[in-house]
């Protein structure tokens, strides 16, 4: 795993911006790809999930995460044009608090049907398929899984280097799934079914590491419940950066180091660093998956933190003190 960086001066931003720029013909290939496009079929009102790929979200939205409330009123969109159409449609991958707020939305909905998917039960991204009840009425095949093999026993690479070999082919984030890690035998890659022959004949490196894809079934997918471990601190407030701290055991300076780099950066340059970090986990600073540009954030129970390249932690149950500190539990996945 990389470790935290703090703030990084120019030779950062030099490194995004290159990175940008040998990546922007790629990227625009991609938006104006079919690829890019949904999925046609047509969606209805009960929320269900199927049995054996039932995502597990508890975060809502924050208020300020405007990209991520943009992507909700699209789904909604989705749903009215799927209702008055009659057809079925499918989201790309989508982020646990988009997921969870777009699914209690369509809920309210009438004739709508949704179903979300993510290839196993224990999946964050998940993709939802929106259509009327007489025509949703079993599963929709959304998800695909493959298989990436290599010799990794002394080149270890970590879903940063995953991520980001796939990125590099050119497709875009939201059309891949979660990435199941299996250590020195490769990873297990959840992705959109119409993209699968195209990573099979394009992915032939991860890191350093040649490799081999080859699609398998979603029951063969190999996975295990997340480990984690419990423990609590007391802390005078509710900020990232003070929680932060003390779940991953690093300085608040460092970890406010991280924030303000992201928070300093404005319009497409924030966009470049975030781009160019989050494909190499190098030191970036999310709450419920969306970049943190301020160190005063206030968390709350069911917030999720995470630090690339030092994991990520959950906010649990909150007691104020007599002395009016906080007693937070913290749950750290290993």
């Known amino acids: 795993m990389a470790a935290t960086i703090g703030f990084a001066g120019p030779w950062v931003l030099r490194k995004a911006a290159n990175g940008f720029a040998r990546s922007y013909s790629t990227l625009i290939n991609s938006t104006l790809s079919p690829y890019k496009t949904l999925r046609s079929f047509p969606f209805t009102s009960p929320l269900t999930f199927p049995a054996s790929g039932l995502c597990h979200v508890a975060q809502a939205i924050r208020g300020d995460d405007k990209h991520a409330i943009e992507e909700v009123k699209h789904i909604l969109e989705m749903a009215k044009r799927a209702s008055s159409r009659r057809e079925i449609l499918h989201t790309n991958f989508l982020t646990p608090p988009v997921l969870k707020e777009s699914m209690l939305t369509l809920e309210k909905l009438a004739d709508i049907r949704a179903v979300a998917q993510g290839g196993y039960p224990q999946a964050e ?86 490799v081999s894809c ?65 494909s190499r986990s190098k030191g970036e600073v999310r709450v419920n998956w969306s970049p943190v540009s301020k160190n005063n954030t206030i968390l709350r129970t069911g917030d999720v933190v995470s630090v690339s390249g030092r994991g990520r932690l959950k906010v649990g149950e909150i007691k104020t003190t007599r002395k009016g500190k906080f007693e937070v539990e913290l749950i750290r996945y290993l």
């Open 125 to 210: 991204r998940c993709r939802i398929s929106i259509g009327h009840p007489d025509l949703l009425t079993n599963y929709p095949d959304v998800v695909a899984a493959l298989s990436v093999t290599g010799n990794f026993a002394f080149q270890p690479c970590s879903h940063g280097d995953y991520l980001g070999a796939i990125l590099g082919t050119g497709i875009a984030r939201e059309k891949l799934g979660d990435i199941i890690l299996q250590e020195e035998k490769g990873a297990q890659i959840l992705i959109v079914p119409e993209l699968v022959d195209f990573v099979i004949s394009s992915l032939d490196k991860v890191g350093n590491v040649s």
């Open 214 to 278: 080859t699609k398998i079934p979603l029951i063969s997918l190999d996975y295990e419940p997340p480990r984690t471990q419990s423990f609590k601190t007391v802390e005078a407030s509710l900020r990232v950066d003070a929680l932060g701290s003390a779940g991953f055991k690093i300085s608040r300076s460092k970890l406010v180091d991280s924030i303000r780099f992201i928070g300093s950066l404005c319009g497409w340059l924030h966009w470049v660093a975030v781009m160019f970090l989050d």
